[in-house]
């Protein structure tokens, strides 16, 4: 009973910052949210690319491998090369899944 509680109320915590995290992303135009404030800031199309980067690679295979996955260039979710918002929140919502 205590590891099924433990669970949905996991789950639940994670949809609810999901749901956090996209209402604010919602709110903010293409260009905005490709936006740098100044050099030692992230746009938030980097943070997201970041975020859905870590996901993909820590819950991957969670229950039999840990950690960062050889596969991941974490490097190369802190440049947006030809990255569009559509491909973005598709690696995002795929993270998340």
Request: cysteine-free; hydrophobic content about 45%; glycine content about 6%.
């Given at each position: 009973m205590f590891i099924e509680n433990y669970k949905d109320d996991a789950?639940?915590?994670?949809?609810?910052?999901?749901?956090?995290?996209?209402?604010?992303?919602e709110q903010v135009s293409d260009e905005e949210f490709f936006a740098v404030i100044d050099a030692e800031s992230n746009s938030i199309a980097v943070?997201?690319?970041?975020?859905?980067?870590?996901?993909?690679?820590?819950?991957?295979?969670?229950?039999t491998a840990d950690g960062e996955k050889p596969d991941r260039n974490r490097d190369t979710e802190f440049e947006l090369i030809a990255d569009t918002r559509e491909a973005l929140t598709e690696f995002w919502e795929t993270g998340w899944q």
């Open positions: 789950l639940g915590s994670f949809r609810n910052y999901k749901n956090l995290a996209e209402r604010a992303i943070i997201v690319k970041h975020v859905a980067g870590n996901l993909h690679s820590r819950w991957r295979d969670f229950l």
